[in-house]
């Protein structure tokens, strides 16, 4: 039986927990996207949506709690302005949580999460006219010695 046993514990004491939850989120409001394993991913989900909820309240309470999780000042300010106004109308699940294989080194299971709305945006590949249009300087030859 599980019964009282909520939450993720990471491997790590509660003060190394928090910093690695803290920094994850700061992280991903900064971002908007970050992959990290699956289950810190959903250790640090409702602690996300938490500090957009805040946001959207826009208080000066509010705004020196988000500040006190937060590690950085422009993670707070792209919270108040930018994140929470695009979630002003939606009443929860600001974030998403997408499987994204194991890693390589040890097998963990990945995850991707993300803002809802920043969905990738494919990068526009340079044509290969414009590449052979500008070669590279040639690089002097230099005497070995």
């Given at each position: 039986m599980r019964h009282l046993n909520a939450g993720?514990?990471?491997g790590r004491k509660p003060a190394h927990r928090r910093a690695t939850l803290r920094n994850l989120v700061t992280n991903l409001i900064e971002r908007e996207r970050i992959t990290t394993t699956l289950t810190r991913a959903k250790a640090a989900r409702p602690l996300a949506e938490h500090m957009i909820t805040l946001?959207?309240?826009?208080?000066?309470?509010?705004?020196?709690?988000?500040a006190a999780f937060l590690m950085t000042a422009l993670a707070t300010q792209k919270?108040?302005?930018d994140v929470a106004p695009r979630f002003a109308e939606r009443a929860g699940g600001y974030t998403r949580i997408v499987q994204a294989g194991r890693?390589?080194?040890?097998g963990a299971r990945l995850a991707i999460l993300e803002l809802i709305g920043s969905e990738l945006k494919k990068k526009e590949k340079k044509d290969k006219?414009?590449?052979?249009e500008a070669p590279a300087e040639p690089e002097e030859k230099k005497a070995g010695g």
């Open positions: 993720f514990k990471l946001g959207k309240r826009d208080t000066l309470h509010s705004r020196r709690q988000a919270l108040f302005n890693r390589i080194g040890d006219a414009a590449r052979k």
